[in-house]
């Protein structure tokens, strides 16, 4: 039996990936602050797959309650077989106009959490030599777009080598990149996003669908939708300075 390990597993693309691995028939590990809402995920799932949950309430920038979940995912009675680094948050104001205290949160929960956990569970993935790590980048990751952009850049690039130093072992990583998903995430950010067009807009379950795929496949990079998968295309052939100054434009303070 297959277990798999969800950070932020209460809504959003964490709840989607949890319903997509107990589609498939693993035992889930669920992870988030809200205890209430990660039970009612877990009797969900067990009720319409069968599916064994265990919820595992932390707050990841909690220095013990990260401990937590890093010792259970080290944990060789217990083993966990694929990690899934999903938590995250976003901030309303570009990095000149949010406190230093947000911004250092981000950082820690987008960078530090995910790499002390991905530390953590690939001991027991080399031991065994199967299982794999999806950790949830961004679209944002391609261009310039504050601190948010440049964690989620670091998550695409740590993937992308931790894959390379885990394929002799069989352990697969993959780094899922979305574009504007369907989820809480924006109205948590306080992000004003009533401008932005329908076709724009991907769901969850569609974002998880593609991941699987790409890691039942083995692919590097999961990025879903041909206009996102067009737009990583397109950037990547732009010039830096061009794209940076027309992002530029459109960035505002914000309104006090």
């Given at each position: 039996?297959?277990?798999?390990?969800?950070?932020?597993?209460?809504?959003?693309?964490?709840?989607?990936?949890?319903?997509?691995?107990?589609?498939?028939?693993?035992?889930?590990?669920?992870?988030?602050?809200?205890?209430?809402?990660?039970?009612?995920?877990?009797?969900?799932?067990?009720?319409?797959?069968?599916?064994?949950?265990?919820?595992?309430?932390?707050?990841?920038?909690?220095?013990?309650?990260?401990?937590?979940?890093?010792?259970?995912?080290?944990?060789?009675?217990?083993?966990?077989?694929?990690?899934?680094?999903n938590a995250g948050f976003?901030?309303?104001?570009?990095?000149?106009?949010?406190?230093?205290e947000d911004e250092e949160?981000?950082?820690?929960?987008?960078?530090?959490?995910?790499?002390?956990?991905?530390?953590?569970?690939?001991?027991?993935?080399?031991?065994?030599?199967?299982?794999?790590?999806?950790?949830?980048?961004?679209?944002?990751?391609?261009?310039?777009?504050?601190?948010?952009?440049?964690?989620?850049?670091?998550?695409?690039?740590?993937?992308?080598?931790?894959?390379?130093?885990?394929?002799?072992?069989?352990?697969?990583?993959?780094?899922?990149?979305?574009?504007?998903?369907?989820?809480?995430?924006?109205?948590?950010?306080?992000?004003?996003?009533?401008?932005?067009?329908?076709?724009?807009?991907?769901?969850?379950?569609?974002?998880?669908?593609?991941?699987?795929?790409?890691?039942?496949?083995?692919?590097?990079?999961?990025?879903?939708?041909?206009?996102?998968?067009?737009?990583?295309?397109?950037?990547?052939?732009?010039?830096?300075?061009?794209?940076?100054?027309?992002?530029?434009?459109?960035?505002?303070?914000?309104?006090?």
């Open positions: 039996m297959t277990t798999v390990l969800i950070t932020g597993a209460s809504a959003g693309l964490g709840a989607a990936f949890a319903r997509g691995f107990a589609a498939k028939g693993c035992e889930l590990v669920l992870v988030a602050r809200d205890k209430d809402r990660l039970e009612a995920v877990a009797r969900e799932l067990g009720r319409e797959f069968g599916t064994s949950s265990e919820v595992l309430p932390a707050d990841l920038l909690d220095p013990a309650d990260c401990t937590a979940v890093a010792e259970r995912l080290a944990d060789r009675e217990r083993p966990v077989d694929i990690l899934v680094n976003g901030l309303p104001a570009p990095f000149p106009h949010s406190p230093v949160r981000l950082l820690d929960l987008l960078v530090k959490v995910p790499l002390r956990l991905t530390h953590a569970v690939l001991p027991g993935l080399r031991e065994r030599r199967r299982g794999a790590v999806v950790n949830v980048s961004s679209v944002a990751a391609l261009l310039p777009t504050g601190t948010y952009g440049a964690a989620k850049a670091w998550v695409t690039a740590f993937s992308e080598s931790l894959r390379v130093d885990m394929a002799p072992y069989g352990v697969r990583v993959l780094a899922v990149v979305p574009g504007f998903t369907r989820t809480e995430f924006q109205a948590r950010a306080g992000m004003d996003v009533s401008s932005l067009r329908e076709a724009v807009w991907l769901e969850p379950e569609a974002v998880v669908g593609k991941a699987l795929r790409d890691l039942a496949l083995r692919r590097p990079v999961s990025i879903t939708g041909r206009r996102y998968q067009a737009y990583a295309l397109a950037v990547r052939h732009l010039p830096r300075g061009f794209v940076a100054e027309r992002l530029a434009r459109k960035r505002r303070a914000p309104q006090r």
